[in-house]
């Protein structure tokens, strides 16, 4: 899979044969051949496809390269599942391994003590047999600080939240990189964010061009980016469903005609955990009920615009208690709604909310079923419809 362009703003070895696509990384961290003796280094090696080229996100990773020229600097690169942040944090590194002699090391986040542990038994400020949290936390502050002159790029992949961060982080000025991806862009407003979203349609194209190894028809790539929103993950599927089956552009834009859904479903890329509707439905899970009505809700309306205003109004004229609770009180609502932009579901602008046109698909499909067919949330979806219309 590729990444690509978009306007960006500043706000604030050989690890077995896999490939990185989209956010999730699984690998086994061994000698990266080619590497310096002395480099440690577990990260994952670029992709294996044919051509190896890099397709998209160009622009966003000089932006990258520039704000991480500088010592000590720590930098977030966010949004939503499925958007290849994990892409770039490694396309980023392969790139700029010169820059950092002692050591690039790869951690996931969710779970950064076992991946720390390994760093510094290999600097030998751990014996294998500590596995004591507190231990390795302290030992990683005393290696922050013998190291702090730099040359040494450590990667936080899919953080949750700051504060479970915050003990595997360098608290002291230290000149070596921090670079953190996460779903969560309001956990980490201290640091240095660039927010990634979809594909332009130019990237998107390029993308599925380039995974497929199609490259002479231009249009009906076009038009599979577009029917997929121009996402990344859902673009590597289709390009790993055509190979796969040995189907053309055209034939693909028939299934896509015959049942998008379950095309989601299909031609996962090899060696990633999730397609985009499982990744999706990770951060769908973490919703309470009231943030699973309003998303639905937001699924069942045109995805741009969505007048939050009138998303409360409506709940607030039914007479069913769940949904009135959660617009009476303006701290409950705004909590509820703070749930869907916190996760990177919605994207809140002034007093309008805006949804991705491919997970509105995956919501209905997820949740339709249990909170969408109710004649209160029928009745809610018929007014909104007639007032945005």
Request: with cysteine; hydrophobic share 40%.
């Amino acid at each position: 899979m590729r990444g690509s362009v978009q306007k960006v703003t500043m706000k604030g070895k050989n690890a077995s044969s896999i490939q990185l696509i989209g956010d999730k990384v699984s690998y086994s961290p061994s000698p990266v051949p080619g590497d310096e003796p002395h480099r440690v280094v577990n990260l994952p090696p670029r992709y294996k496809i044919k051509p190896r080229d890099f397709a998209g996100r160009h622009e966003i990773l000089k932006v990258i390269e520039s704000a991480l020229m500088e010592d000590g600097s720590q930098l977030v690169v966010c949004g939503m599942g499925a958007m290849g942040k994990s892409r770039l944090a490694c396309e980023y590194a392969h790139r700029n391994k010169k820059m950092y002699p002692l050591a690039i090391w790869w951690i996931n986040a969710e779970s950064p003590h076992k991946a720390c542990r390994e760093l510094l038994i290999r600097f030998g400020e751990l014996t294998k047999d500590d596995d004591d949290i507190e231990n390795v936390q302290r030992a990683l502050k005393s290696w922050y600080d013998k190291n702090e002159k730099g040359g040494w790029l450590l990667i936080f992949d899919n953080a949750d939240s700051y504060n479970a961060l915050f003990p595997y982080l360098p608290h002291n000025l230290v000149e070596g990189r921090i670079f953190i991806t996460t779903c969560k862009q309001h956990e980490f407003s201290n640091i240095n964010t660039i927010p990634i979203a979809e594909f332009s349609i130019e990237e998107a194209t390029e993308c599925l061009m380039v995974s497929s190894g199609i490259r002479c028809d231009d249009a009906s790539a076009r038009e599979i980016a577009a029917q997929l929103e121009r996402v990344p993950l859902a673009l590597a599927q289709a390009a790993s469903y055509i190979v796969e089956n040995d189907c053309t552009f055209a034939e693909y834009i028939e299934l896509l005609k015959e049942d998008k859904r379950r095309l989601l479903e299909k031609g996962k890329p090899k060696d990633h955990p999730d397609g985009v509707a499982a990744t999706w439905r990770i951060s769908l899970d973490k919703l309470s009920d009231a943030a699973i009505n309003l998303i639905l809700l937001c699924a069942q309306l045109p995805p741009n615009d969505i007048p939050v205003q009138l998303l409360r109004n409506a709940f607030l004229e039914q007479n069913e208690p769940e949904l009135r609770v959660v617009s009476e009180n303006t701290f409950v609502w705004n909590d509820v709604v703070a749930e869907l932009t916190k996760l990177s579901l919605v994207e809140k602008r002034q007093d309008k909310l805006f949804m991705n046109r491919l997970l509105q698909d995956v919501v209905k499909e997820s949740f339709v079923e249990a909170y969408g067919s109710s004649t209160a949330m029928s009745s809610i979806v018929k007014q909104l419809r007639s007032s945005m219309a």
